[in-house]
């Protein structure tokens, strides 16, 4: 396997395992603290002593500093994941080749913008024989991070401290079973189905299923629109759950889509005078796919609210989802450790959070103004699609164009009266090497279109290229990375371009991935990605309009 891809979904289920042993060992685990590699060339020892000392004062663990560390080789970029199992499995090795004397090491690495604020923060902990316990990730699109918003290493340092907490934290002990893992018996619900106990529900088909080794709950629209599930009422004390009125609460539940298309959403009901009195509702929409993984909502109690009811929520006829493991917990507080937490990290491909629903980032310009003005009349020169590929076997990347796809977009600005569009044939050299965030990554190839389209001096108001970003997943699947669309003025300046990845709903809504990486398959995904891409034009602009 390529050493920049996750690992297969087993080695996912034995770190949670692996996990389950570090928690259980509690505060007597020994935790050696390597120095933490920065910007992926060098290493600093007082990042590793800051972040020891805060997990001793918390009593996480027994956290000690190493006096020296490796560089750590491998970088990755654009692809932060790429990035995140080089360094995962450098760090895996050295701990083979050097064992520490310790139950546990942890190598952190955090990365700057050229703006000198902290962009990515990674880190992997080991046990004494260099296996994997955790592996994280986190990034300006992950909620820890935004709070935190680390522009130091000291920054830094306090986010990893706080997703170790998320990792060795457990589900609160409720005084209330609400049996959220199903596995806790059943009954014969007023329908007829088998239903789990302690869970009621109305609406469509809902049923308890058992896959022989693991029971879960079944909601399914074959006759009605929607379908809810939630624990038997009266609603639940927030001191029963262990949750101050006025805190964060995160509510995370395993979800798998069955069949249909079809929406998920989990809904906060919230009650005061002792669930006598409703006290508002909120819901988050989620993006469930074919493979088991869990999804997590975070909302804020309101400050007068005593208990809640929390739901599962299917919807659209036709559509059917299975629920495990629901749980509501504080993350505004420290909690005992006994349980499996949520983790960032996937079991199979991507584990979903809760999904950014604006169509894409389209950073600020002077210069959108007079092209939204322009829309139905202006003049557009349409290049090939280009499309960039990793390959499977080095770090190299292998370039082409697509002229389908810019027939495609050709197309759709003609329908939608966006613009009067012409094609280009001249092939656009985007083949820019550097960069280490996306971001950097799309305003590179973005200076490299406008320094070409400037050469070739053409009579139309705007340049419109697009870029997909494909690399390879296990078993010899392909998946989007990312997709940019660039749209340049007549001088070169960027006049509505925008970029989409799994952040954003309706990137990870499409499903942009193959079963294999056979001709026919990329040429597939390459036109489902310009579909996606084209949506989003038509949402940006009705968005800024």
């Given at each position: 396997?390529?050493?920049?891809?996750?690992?297969?979904?087993?080695?996912?289920?034995?770190?949670?395992?692996?996990?389950?042993?570090?928690?259980?060992?509690?505060?007597?685990?020994?935790?050696?603290?390597?120095?933490?590699?920065?910007?992926?060339?060098?290493?600093?020892?007082?990042?590793?002593?800051?972040?020891?000392?805060?997990?001793?004062?918390?009593?996480?663990?027994?956290?000690?500093?190493?006096?020296?560390?490796?560089?750590?080789?491998?970088?990755?970029?654009?692809?932060?994941?790429?990035?995140?199992?080089?360094?995962?499995?450098?760090?895996?090795?050295?701990?083979?080749?050097?064992?520490?004397?310790?139950?546990?090491?942890?190598?952190?690495?955090?990365?700057?913008?050229?703006?000198?604020?902290?962009?990515?923060?990674?880190?992997?902990?080991?046990?004494?024989?260099?296996?994997?316990?955790?592996?994280?990730?986190?990034?300006?699109?992950?909620?820890?991070?935004?709070?935190?918003?680390?522009?130091?290493?000291?920054?830094?340092?306090?986010?990893?401290?706080?997703?170790?907490?998320?990792?060795?934290?457990?589900?609160?002990?409720?005084?209330?079973?609400?049996?959220?893992?199903?596995?806790?018996?059943?009954?014969?619900?007023?329908?007829?189905?088998?239903?789990?106990?302690?869970?009621?529900?109305?609406?469509?088909?809902?049923?308890?299923?058992?896959?022989?080794?693991?029971?879960?709950?079944?909601?399914?629209?074959?006759?009605?629109?929607?379908?809810?599930?939630?624990?038997?009422?009266?609603?639940?004390?927030?001191?029963?759950?262990?949750?101050?009125?006025?805190?964060?609460?995160?509510?995370?539940?395993?979800?798998?889509?069955?069949?249909?298309?079809?929406?998920?959403?989990?809904?906060?009901?919230?009650?005061?005078?002792?669930?006598?009195?409703?006290?508002?509702?909120?819901?988050?929409?989620?993006?469930?796919?074919?493979?088991?993984?869990?999804?997590?909502?975070?909302?804020?109690?309101?400050?007068?609210?005593?208990?809640?009811?929390?739901?599962?929520?299917?919807?659209?006829?036709?559509?059917?989802?299975?629920?495990?493991?629901?749980?509501?917990?504080?993350?505004?507080?420290?909690?005992?450790?006994?349980?499996?937490?949520?983790?960032?990290?996937?079991?199979?491909?991507?584990?979903?959070?809760?999904?950014?629903?604006?169509?894409?980032?389209?950073?600020?310009?002077?210069?959108?103004?007079?092209?939204?003005?322009?829309?139905?009349?202006?003049?557009?020169?349409?290049?090939?699609?280009?499309?960039?590929?990793?390959?499977?076997?080095?770090?190299?990347?292998?370039?082409?164009?697509?002229?389908?796809?810019?027939?495609?977009?050709?197309?759709?600005?003609?329908?939608?009266?966006?613009?009067?569009?012409?094609?280009?044939?001249?092939?656009?050299?985007?083949?820019?090497?550097?960069?280490?965030?996306?971001?950097?990554?799309?305003?590179?190839?973005?200076?490299?279109?406008?320094?070409?389209?400037?050469?070739?001096?053409?009579?139309?108001?705007?340049?419109?290229?697009?870029?997909?970003?494909?690399?390879?997943?296990?078993?010899?699947?392909?998946?989007?990375?990312?997709?940019?669309?660039?749209?340049?003025?007549?001088?070169?300046?960027?006049?509505?371009?925008?970029?989409?990845?799994?952040?954003?709903?309706?990137?990870?809504?499409?499903?942009?991935?193959?079963e294999d990486s056979s001709k026919e398959s990329i040429e597939k995904l390459i036109v489902k990605s310009t579909q996606v891409a084209l949506q989003a034009l038509e949402q940006q602009v009705q968005l800024a309009k």
């Open positions: 396997m390529w050493a920049g891809l996750p690992p297969e979904p087993s080695e996912f289920a034995a770190m949670d395992k692996r996990l389950e042993a570090m928690k259980k060992a509690g505060t007597s685990a020994g935790v050696m603290v390597y120095p933490t590699r920065v910007g992926g060339d060098h290493t600093d020892q007082s990042s590793a002593t800051r972040l020891s000392k805060l997990l001793n004062e918390a009593g996480l663990c027994q956290a000690s500093v190493a006096k020296t560390g490796p560089v750590l080789k491998g970088e990755g970029w654009p692809d932060e994941s790429t990035v995140l199992w080089l360094f995962a499995r450098a760090a895996r090795s050295y701990v083979r080749q050097h064992p520490a004397d310790s139950d546990y090491v942890l190598f952190a690495d955090y990365w700057d913008s050229p703006r000198k604020t902290t962009w990515a923060v990674h880190f992997v902990v080991c046990d004494r024989a260099g296996d994997w316990v955790i592996v994280d990730l986190q990034n300006s699109h992950h909620p820890d991070f935004q709070r935190i918003n680390p522009k130091t290493l000291a920054d830094g340092d306090r986010l990893m401290f706080e997703r170790l907490k998320t990792h060795l934290k457990v589900d609160l002990v409720s005084k209330r079973d609400i049996n959220g893992d199903f596995e806790g018996g059943t009954y014969v619900h007023s329908s007829g189905a088998k239903m789990p106990l302690m869970w009621d529900g109305v609406g469509g088909a809902l049923h308890y299923e058992n896959d022989g080794s693991n029971g879960y709950i079944v909601l399914s629209n074959s006759d009605s629109d929607w379908t809810v599930a939630h624990p038997q009422k009266p609603p639940i004390l927030l001191s029963d759950l262990g949750v101050t009125a006025g805190k964060t609460v995160a509510f995370d539940a395993d979800i798998i889509k069955l069949g249909g298309d079809g929406s998920v959403f989990l809904k906060l009901e919230e009650y005061k005078n002792g669930g006598a009195t409703p006290n508002g509702i909120s819901s988050k929409q989620i993006g469930p796919t074919d493979s088991w993984a869990t999804y997590r909502a975070n909302f804020k109690i309101k400050p007068n609210t005593d208990s809640v009811i929390f739901v599962l929520v299917a919807q659209d006829k036709g559509a059917s989802y299975g629920f495990d493991n629901v749980t509501f917990t504080s993350i505004d507080q420290r909690v005992d450790r006994e349980s499996v937490p949520v983790t960032d990290i996937p079991k199979e491909s991507v584990v979903t959070e809760e999904k950014i629903p604006a169509p894409g980032f389209r950073p600020e310009s002077d210069h959108s103004g007079a092209f939204l003005s322009s829309v139905g009349t202006c003049q557009m020169v349409v290049f090939p699609t280009v499309v960039r590929r990793k390959s499977t076997s080095n770090d190299g990347v292998i370039m082409s164009s697509n002229k389908a796809s810019q027939q495609a977009i050709l197309k759709h600005l003609t329908k939608k009266n966006i613009a009067e569009s012409n094609a280009c044939m001249t092939e656009l050299d985007l083949n820019w090497t550097g960069g280490k965030s996306q971001f950097e990554f799309f305003e590179s190839s973005m200076k490299l279109m406008a320094e070409q389209v400037k050469q070739l001096n053409m009579e139309t108001n705007y340049h419109l290229a697009m870029e997909v970003i494909i690399v390879p997943r296990p078993n010899g699947r392909s998946a989007v990375f990312g997709i940019h669309v660039y749209i340049l003025d007549q001088a070169g300046h960027n006049a509505f371009s925008f970029l989409l990845n799994s952040h954003h709903q309706l990137f990870i809504s499409a499903e942009l991935h193959t």
